[in-house]
């Protein structure tokens, strides 16, 4: 690929490759004191909070720091014996099912540290059972609710709600409680009231044609905001005039009283363009510099990543004690900064291997640079290793 320079800096590629070896050179004859060393104790903070599950909590405040801690070394990369250097606690509190440790970070926001007590998933069903048997009564549960799975890395607690349409057909409808590490229910897709389907397939099928859904129809039973309904729909591919005549298409009616709860109309969708497609996000951007060898700069390199043919993304990436570090938005002082089509990173990130696809696939139209540190400082920052890795 041969990378476009943008003007300031390095003019070239080749101009490029002349001043690393003239680096190499000073370094050689003992000139590296010429420039700044990089910083090599940057912080950079991507997460405001951090979630630690435990099987038991500590129970005095001394063994709650030091496994928050322990953590806080462990995710930022921060020397154990230097995170008191780098984050000062601020406020401690405990509850019986998790303690909250607020930390000031050094140039950085707030960091919040939860130690928190697994919810098993015995104990995350018998909370589950109890909020149902109060919400819909011990007989409706028992008669309709079928409990499936526990999953422990959100706390949601699965069941199968059972009815019987007329005759020997039966229904099958998810549903869920989500559990907060206090035991609290902080989500839920359940019926909201006791409620049986009196609405049977062709009374729901025939209402929605007398209401102007056009035949072909299908219909299925649906749960939504906490009642039952009939979801009655058109059998139809749309075209442009029934999205100019936002055209009727469905019904949904409530299966116990048949009132339509919902009236489903085409909608012309939102117009696109190439700058509206779904950002490129932080964490493409991170699985792609990982894949160029970025980790291998120094800590304290600092470079902004601008996004084009897209949403105008910018983000800005840090070496942070090891750590890659990539965060949304501007910074005032980069090392360097790179362009970086929006469709060549997709397919990049798409292909067995990134590298080789750049290698084969980029070009001055996709990729474009502009250097704002020194040469030296660039090289000591391990730029050059990255240039090296780079096709050119």
Same mark, same amino acid.
């Given at each position: 690929?041969?990378?476009? *320079?943008?003007? !300031?800096?390095? /003019?070239? =590629?080749?101009?490029?490759?002349?001043?690393?070896?003239? !680096?190499?050179?000073?370094?050689?004859?003992?000139?590296?004191?010429?420039?700044?060393?990089?910083?090599?104790?940057?912080?950079?903070?991507?997460?405001?909070?951090?979630?630690?599950?435990?099987?038991?909590?500590?129970?005095?405040?001394?063994?709650?720091?030091?496994?928050?801690?322990? %953590?806080?070394?462990?995710?930022?990369?921060? =020397?154990?014996?230097?995170?008191?250097?780098?984050?000062?606690?601020?406020?401690?509190?405990?509850?019986?099912?998790?303690?909250?440790?607020?930390?000031?970070?050094?140039?950085?926001?707030?960091?919040?540290?939860?130690?928190?007590?697994? *919810?098993?998933?015995?104990?995350?069903?018998?909370?589950?059972?109890?909020?149902? /048997?109060?919400?819909?009564?011990?007989?409706?549960?028992?008669?309709?609710?079928?409990?499936?799975?526990?999953?422990?890395?959100?706390?949601?607690?699965?069941?199968?709600?059972?009815?019987?349409?007329?005759?020997?057909?039966?229904?099958?409808?998810?549903?869920?409680?989500?559990?907060?590490?206090?035991?609290?229910?902080?989500?839920?897709?359940?019926?909201?009231?006791?409620?049986?389907?009196?609405?049977?397939?062709?009374?729901?099928? %025939?209402?929605?044609?007398?209401?102007?859904?056009?035949?072909?129809?299908?219909?299925?039973? *649906?749960?939504?905001?906490?009642? *039952?309904?009939?979801?009655?729909?058109?059998?139809?591919?749309?075209?442009? %005039?029934?999205?100019?005549?936002?055209?009727?298409?469905?019904?949904?009616?409530?299966?116990?009283?048949?009132?339509?709860?919902?009236?489903?109309?085409?909608?012309?969708?939102?117009?696109?363009?190439?700058?509206?497609?779904?950002?490129?996000?932080?964490?493409?951007?991170?699985?792609?510099?990982?894949?160029?060898?970025?980790?291998?700069?120094?800590? !304290?390199?600092?470079?902004?990543?601008?996004?084009?043919?897209?949403?105008?993304?910018?983000?800005?990436?840090?070496?942070?004690?090891?750590?890659?570090?990539?965060?949304?938005?501007?910074?005032?002082?980069?090392?360097?900064?790179?362009?970086?089509?929006?469709?060549?990173?997709?397919?990049?990130?798409?292909?067995?291997?990134?590298?080789?696809?750049?290698?084969?696939?980029?070009? !001055?139209?996709?990729?474009?640079?502009?250097?704002?540190?020194?040469?030296?400082?660039?090289?000591?920052?391990?730029?050059?290793?990255?240039?090296?890795?780079? =096709?050119?």
């Amino acid at each position: 690929m041969h990378l476009l *320079i943008e003007p !300031g800096s390095w /003019k070239s =590629p080749r101009r490029l490759a002349f001043i690393a070896a003239a !680096g190499l050179a000073l370094i050689a004859l003992g000139l590296w004191f010429s420039a700044p060393a990089p910083g090599s104790d940057t912080l950079v903070l991507d997460a405001a909070t951090m979630t630690v599950v435990l099987d038991e909590l500590p129970a005095m405040e001394a063994a709650a720091i030091a496994r928050a801690e322990a %953590e806080i070394s462990t995710v930022t990369g921060v =020397p154990a014996s230097a995170v008191d250097r780098y984050f000062t606690l601020r406020t401690s509190s405990r509850t019986q099912y998790q303690w909250q440790l607020v930390y000031n970070g050094s140039n950085n926001p707030d960091l919040t540290v939860w130690l928190v007590l697994r *919810i098993t998933a015995e104990e995350g069903f018998a909370i589950a059972d109890e909020y149902l /048997k109060n919400l819909l009564g011990t007989a409706y549960v028992s008669a309709h609710v079928t409990p499936e799975r526990f999953d422990a890395a959100t706390n949601t607690v699965h069941y199968a709600g059972t009815y019987s349409l007329h005759g020997d057909e039966l229904v099958l409808l998810p549903l869920w409680i989500q559990l907060s590490y206090e035991r609290t229910v902080t989500g839920r897709q359940v019926v909201i009231a006791p409620q049986e389907i009196a609405v049977t397939r062709a009374q729901a099928e %025939e209402l929605a044609r007398l209401q102007g859904v056009p035949d072909p129809v299908s219909s299925s039973l *649906i749960l939504k905001n906490g009642s *039952i309904c009939w979801r009655v729909l058109w059998q139809h591919t749309p075209i442009a %005039e029934d999205y100019d005549l936002q055209r009727l298409y469905g019904l949904e009616i409530h299966a116990t009283t048949g009132d339509v709860l919902t009236t489903l109309r085409y909608k012309q969708p939102a117009s696109s363009s190439s700058t509206s497609s779904t950002p490129i996000t932080a964490a493409q951007i991170t699985a792609l510099l990982a894949d160029l060898g970025v980790p291998e700069l120094a800590d !304290g390199a600092r470079f902004e990543v601008r996004v084009f043919n897209s949403s105008q993304e910018v983000f800005t990436v840090t070496m942070s004690f090891g750590r890659l570090v990539v965060q949304q938005g501007t910074t005032d002082d980069p090392d360097i900064t790179l362009w970086l089509d929006r469709t060549l990173i997709l397919q990049a990130l798409q292909a067995d291997d990134s590298l080789a696809y750049l290698q084969q696939h980029a070009s !001055g139209r996709t990729v474009r640079v502009a250097l704002h540190a020194n040469p030296v400082v660039l090289q000591k920052k391990g730029y050059m290793r990255l240039y090296e890795r780079l =096709p050119h």
